[in-house]
Every structure is written in C-alpha cells, then in structure tokens.
C-alpha cells in the first residue's frame, strides 16, 4: 500500500489495525560505467512492490537522496550527506510519528546511510519507537553467501538486471576493477579508502575518483551477474522482509525516555 496512492482517510483506517510503515532509502551515485547512478535507489523501490504482492504494509515515498560524500564528484553523484539525511528523515518520521505510526522499517540501498539511520532510530526509540533498519545487500549475502558482493560487482548488477536489464550497460560490463595506487607505490590500494602497507590496512579517506578507473569495487566481478539471479535475489529479499513485518508487528513498543 503506497502512502502517496492513498488518500488521508485510508491512512486513518490503516492506522486502526497496525503501526508499521516501510521508507526505502537510496542514494543517486556512481556505480561504475555499467550501472545506472540510481542503483541504490531502484532496488529498494523494486523489492517494496515485490513486497506489495505479499503482504499490507504501508509503504511511505521513496528517498533518493543519501549521504554520498565520498563518491561526490563522480558526474551525476548527488550527496546531502549525514547530516541532511538525518533531517530529512527525522522531519518523515516525525510526520508519520504524529499520525500514529510506531513501528518504522528503512528498506536501505546504501552502506553511506547507516550513520543517519542508526541515529534517527535512536531519537524514534526514545519516543517510544521502533525502527528497524534492513540492509538488503548485507542480508542478502547472508541468507546465500554467493549473493554478496561489493559496490557495482555482480550482486548489485544482478540486482538491477532483476529490476530492468536495459538499465546495465553491457558495454562497459567485462571491464576490470583497475584500482590506483594513488597514495603509494608502497601502499597499494586494496579497498573502500583504504591501503595496505606491510601486512595492514590503513584508511586514508579521499575521493572515490582518485583510486578507481572504473567506478565499481569488489570481488564479485560485474560479467557474473544474471537476470534470473537477480530476479530470484530480489524476489528472496520481498520474502523475507514479509516475514519479518509479520513477526516484526508482535513486537511489543519499548518505553518512552523519562
């Protein structure tokens, strides 16, 4: 059930029989030359109408907007970083708080966001709120541990082949990760910010731009991924998240802050 669909008067009927509204989060960012800068925001907004079809939850509109600092300054990347995310979704919250709701989920596409959500959960829960945070490409990889995967690989390119396989750029698909040794020679670069030296890792916080030829970052090379491993993925993730709500609205609300 879509808030934006709906008119208030359904809402108030809603709210009668349960406290439960699901928010996707994403972000608009740079995935790689193959992946559409929306990645993080199109899956989320795909599982919820898988999710649609499985059972009644009220799903309030899609953000598509994060906290992407590290990744701004790749074209198309938008960022209004923790600190808007964490307005922005305190003034949701709060709005739909007011109306009645107790019982918040964050269907989030992006590692960027946890910062913010953890922190506007915790100000819900002292209200006597709860707020649930599902990171689908994390607990996809632990319900099957092929499934995970990096930033643009395979996971996430199954994910958007799942959604609209015109949307991945096959062109660009077999390219190499690539990354720069753009601190040191000495101090190879070996993942998100950090770099090796002697055995340990150390995090040098820079421009995702200045490490990385070609935007994506993982082991799960990008080639791997496939339609059916997508929509199959996709379509585990609205399974699951149904069960949870189900168990999720049993829950009985924690006590308000004195």
Not at 134 to 147: F, Y
Not at 162 to 173: A, E, N, Q, R
Not at 204 to 220: A, H, L, M, V
Request: hydrophobic residues 35%.
């Amino acid at each position: 059930m879509r808030l934006a669909n709906i008119t208030g008067k359904k809402v108030e009927e809603y709210l009668q029989k349960k406290q439960t509204v699901m928010i996707c989060v994403g972000c608009t960012e740079n995935h790689g030359k193959h992946m559409p800068l929306g990645t993080d925001t199109l899956i989320p907004d795909r599982i919820a109408e898988l999710l649609e079809e499985k059972c009644d939850v009220m799903i309030a509109p899609t953000i598509p907007y994060g906290a992407t600092n590290t990744i701004y300054g790749c074209p198309g990347t938008i960022t209004i970083g923790t600190d808007g995310l964490i307005m922005l979704l305190t003034k949701v919250c709060d709005c739909l708080y007011r109306y009645g709701f107790r019982k918040f989920i964050i269907l989030n596409g992006h590692g960027g966001n946890c910062k913010a959500i953890e922190q506007v959960g915790m100000e819900l829960h002292k209200k006597g709120a709860w707020l649930a945070c599902l990171n689908w490409w994390l607990m996809a990889g632990e319900l099957r541990p092929e499934w995970k995967g990096g930033h643009g690989g395979a996971e996430e390119t199954a994910g958007i082949m799942g959604v609209d396989p015109s949307l991945v750029d096959m062109d660009y698909i077999h390219e190499p990760m690539d990354l720069v040794n753009d601190v040191s020679e000495n101090m190879p670069t070996t993942g998100w910010g950090s770099v090796n030296f002697k055995g340990a890792t150390v995090v040098f916080p820079r421009e995702y731009r200045n490490y990385t030829k070609n935007g994506w970052y993982g082991t799960d090379e990008p080639h791997l991924a496939t339609e059916e491993w997508g929509k199959e993925m996709l379509q585990t993730m609205a399974d699951y998240i149904a069960d949870f709500i189900e168990e999720y609205e049993k829950t009985d609300l924690p006590h308000p802050a004195e």
